[in-house]
């Protein structure tokens, strides 16, 4: 290959006495191989490299004596000329053949055999040229394809790593991602090393990020994000940090010794989420809660670690956030329970697994039934009788305790409505109230359906409800209350001097009696003790002086019934008087 | 479907490659046996065509001496394939030293062949980029660091798009890299045109091109014409390639057998 054309212009030595002649066979020279392969050169360079050629070759067949080198340098020059083909070569000898004499006038007396001679060592030297240029150029194809190759497997397998990593990886943090994650903790359960190994799994998440994204914005929820990312990778040294999800971070602690060695990684996950993050130019400091699980590997999975991370983390949510919780076995098999009790709770109520028992309310002065409690029971299939303190509380969290206490006061007053046709001394039914029943607008609709519905005489039915209904009642509550007791229903303080024990409602409020908590009628029986019973003195004359009755809770003897009625109480409720019985047993009470 | 983008090109040298057969017309040895053995189809089915590749060749070697002599110093060539003999930059930086030339081409052999020629000249380059992806090749830190697209550029797309189908576009290709050149630019273009040929040579033609890495989509002179559309041609306009500016009178005849159509515009 010619990398400078103007090697084309080889020096034409002055060569008096050619004439004309020269131009004429160098221009037929240069239209023979014109086409033969590709000159990278305008005609006119090309005869004028022909022509330095023709000279060469009249200088190599004068030459004494005649030398070989001539002929094969001027063959090589063709093919370095790109005059190189099998075409080139045989019309190249042709036109020297026939031509060069004739055309340039020259005779000798060998001049024929030089002729074939020199002939012949062209053909020599171009023909080596040309061979030697096909194997440069096939090996350079070659080298070239190979490079090629090498490089497209090279870009491959990087493309393929950054496949993988991005496969692998949060975009936002360049942390593991969930895919990851997974994987190796996989791998921990699939490695060898026997049954004594131990993993340990810290479920990080942020406290409030949701506030930092809704009043910032998105891109600072990122940045703060992607901060954390780097100062829980950092705070969390070797161990595995993953993002899984939005702000849910997760780190894996592997061969762990005991379950202190996770303890000291979430704390220190805790100190570097703590670490102020600068976003938008503010600092912004955020705290996480992280359910941690340490366990031996055998007799676990993946998932049942997941799980119960899950779990945990929801119980360092629930205590106040900004913490860690640990995993307890224990816990989660009451809290699955109640779970299963708690869902379990709409359907058992369509059921009919729901009752009511009875508990006396008696006169201290005379023995006299003057009421009942009722008191829910849930005859559970599997549990048998639950009480309910089994499942009110649940039925407050879901919010069931409405239709449950619907149900409760329904029941209650149709029971109510059969004692008073039984007899003239039937007693009233003091039934329960949720705050959110008493907070509920149709409540008294409710109430006053029920009554007319069972023709029940409003004083027939009391309802209990808690000192906290009454203080944190809206308005709505306290008219409800209202027109409830101007209908002539009667209403309760329940678990009275165990709250506020507020005086001032006591006035406002239609209230008819105060139940006095068991707590201080369990005073009264150690002798010599005489606060509790001072106390409930005083409260009962507070009351008589409001004009409202007094009934005790949980009395189990009968020398607290006896200082009950010293102190003037009006009625009382407990074992001694009467355990909760189911319906019938009242009617053969009455 | 297209390759993904992070799956790069294979190497498939057990294909004949269009670039090592246009080698092999233009006398070169950079080909395989396969190569050689669809250009003897091609040849069997067009018996002149080493002499179409060289005129083609040729054209590509005036037009480049006449954008040197209208004074452009920049050069990116699109479609540059095996660097045989008379590459633009050889032609170029012959009369000019300081032109710089960035050569691009689809095809990784080519590309590396042509890195090999270049070695150690600085001011030439080559990319792997596909035409069809204009913004690829006017983005690549290669081509920027040799070519400043505030100056002239000459664009060279010679025998390159009959490569392209019209579904893609090859008038919005050509006008995307209009779009980035500087008044005073030239594009010089040659194409493989329906014209002139009998049908069954076409045929065969195309035949032997589908056994290739790439498909022929001949354009008629009109259309050839329309990718020089923002460009003022200058004389002789879109013709046979060997009337373009010819070496010497006897260098045109018969050109209307020769295939290629171009010419060459001026922008601004």
């Known amino acids: 290959m010619i990398r400078d054309p ?13 004439g004309p002649g020269l131009a004429i066979f160098a221009r037929a020279w240069a239209k023979a191989v ?54 080139g070569l045989g019309r190249t000898i042709e036109v020297i053949d026939l031509r060069l004499l ?65 496969a692998t990886h949060d975009p936002l943090t360049n942390l593991p991602n969930r895919a990851l994650f997974t994987e190796r903790l996989a791998a921990v359960f699939e490695r060898d090393g026997g049954s004594e190994r131990r993993l340990g799994v810290c479920f990080v998440d942020l406290d409030g990020f949701k506030m930092v994204n809704d009043t910032l914005g998105h891109h600072a929820g990122d940045v703060l994000l992607t901060s954390i990312a780097d100062k829980l990778r950092r705070g969390a040294g070797d161990h595995l940090v993953a993002r899984m999800g939005g702000d849910e971070f997760v780190i894996l602690v592997e061969d762990t010794t005991c379950t202190d060695d996770v303890l000291k990684v979430a704390d220190a996950a805790l100190a570097a989420v703590s670490e102020p993050s600068t976003v938008d130019g503010q600092e912004l400091r955020v705290s996480a809660s992280i359910g941690i699980v340490e366990r031996p590997v055998a007799g676990t999975t993946p998932s049942e670690v997941m799980r119960a991370a899950d779990i945990t983390l929801h119980w360092a949510k629930s205590s106040g956030k900004s913490r860690w919780a640990l995993f307890d076995p224990e816990r989660n098999e009451r809290e699955l329970t109640r779970y299963a009790l708690s869902s379990a709770m709409p359907a ?21 039934l003057l009421g009942v409690e009722a008191l829910v029971r849930w005859r559970h299939p599997q549990l048998g009788v639950l009480r309910p303190d089994k499942f009110i509380g649940l039925a407050e969290e879901t919010g069931l305790i409405v239709r449950l206490g619907g149900w409760v006061l329904a029941e209650a007053c149709r029971q109510a409505r059969h004692w008073v046709g039984l007899s003239p001394k039937a007693p009233f039914v003091s039934v329960n109230l949720a705050v959110r029943q008493v907070r509920a607008p149709g409540l008294v609709k409710e109430v006053t359906r029920l009554l007319r519905e069972h023709d029940l005489p409003p004083g027939r039915l009391q309802l209990e409800i808690t000192e906290s209904a009454m203080m944190h009642g809206a308005d709505e509550s306290v008219d409800s209350l209202r027109s409830l007791a101007d209908l002539g229903v009667r209403i309760a303080i329940d678990d009275f ?63 607290q019934a006896d200082r009950l009625r010293a102190i ?3 009625a009382a409720q407990g074992w001694h008087f009467g355990l909760p019985m189911p319906p019938s047993h009242v009617d053969s009470l009455l | 479907m297209r390759r993904p983008d992070w799956a790069p090109e294979t ?15 233009l006398g070169g040895s950079h080909n395989f046996a396969v190569d050689r053995e669809a250009a003897q189809a ?3 089915a067009v018996p002149e065509t080493p002499l179409i590749a060289q005129a083609n060749r040729a054209f590509l070697r005036r037009t480049v001496r006449f954008l040197v002599d209208a004074g452009v110093r920049q050069f990116l060539d699109i479609g540059s394939g095996i660097p045989t003999v008379g590459n633009v930059h050889e032609i170029a930086q012959s009369v000019a030293p300081e032109s710089t030339v960035a050569y691009v081409d689809i095809d990784p052999v080519a590309v590396g062949h042509s890195r090999e020629i270049l070695g150690g000249n600085e001011r030439a380059v080559a990319i792997q980029a596909d035409v069809r992806d204009p913004d690829r090749i006017l983005d690549h830190p290669d081509v920027l660091k040799l070519i400043d697209f505030g100056q002239p550029v000459a664009l060279m797309i010679v025998a390159v798009m009959h490569f392209v189908r019209d579904e893609d576009r090859p008038t919005e290709i050509v006008a995307r890299l209009r779009s980035a050149l500087a008044p005073g630019s030239y594009l010089a273009l040659s194409q493989a045109s329906g014209e002139g040929r009998t049908s069954t040579e076409w045929h065969e033609a195309n035949a032997v091109y589908q056994r290739t890495d790439r498909q022929l989509h001949n354009r008629g002179r009109d259309e050839i014409a329309r990718l020089f559309d923002g460009f003022v041609l200058v004389e002789p306009g879109v013709v046979w390639v060997p009337e373009w500016r010819p070496d010497s009178p006897h260098a045109v005849e018969e050109a209307e057998r020769s295939v290629y159509i171009g010419g060459v515009g001026r922008l601004g």
């Open chain 1, 6 to 18: 103007d090697a084309m212009r080889y020096p034409v030595a002055a060569a008096p006495g050619h």
């Open chain 1, 568 to 570: 003037g109480c009006d």
């Open chain 2, 42 to 44: 091609m040849i069997a």
């Open chain 1, 34 to 87: 014109t086409g033969t392969s590709y000159l990278p050169v305008t005609p006119a360079q090309l005869e004028e490299y022909l022509e330095g050629l023709t000279l060469r070759l009249v200088e190599a067949l004068y030459e004494e004596p005649f030398s070989l080198r001539r002929g094969y340098q001027i063959g090589s020059d063709l093919v370095a000329a790109h005059i190189a083909s099998a075409e």
């Open chain 1, 497 to 559: 001097g165990t709250g506020y024990s507020n005086l001032s409602y006591l006035r406002t409020l239609p209230v008819c009696e105060l139940k006095v908590a068991g707590s201080f009628v369990e005073g009264l029986r150690a002798p010599g003790s005489l606060t509790d019973e001072r106390i409930l003195a005083t409260l009962v004359s507070l009351a008589h002086t409001l004009d409202l009755t007094v009934t005790a809770e949980g009395v189990e003897t009968a020398a």
């Open chain 1, 102 to 166: 004739r055309d340039l006038g020259l005779s000798g007396d060998d001049l024929r055999d030089r002729m074939a001679r020199l002939l012949g060592t062209v053909a020599i030297g171009y023909a080596r040229a040309l061979r030697d240029r096909t194997l440069d150029e096939q090996e350079s194809i070659r080298r070239a394809a190979m490079m090629a190759r090498e490089q497209a497997e090279h870009a491959l397998r990087e493309s393929e790593a950054r496949f993988r990593h991005q």
């Open chain 1, 348 to 368: 058992a109520l369509e059921r009919g697994e729901f009752c009511l028992d009875y508990q006396p309310l008696v006169s201290l002065a005379d023995g006299r």
């Open chain 2, 11 to 25: 190497i498939d040298i057990d294909r004949p490659s269009a670039a090592r057969m246009y080698d092999y017309f």
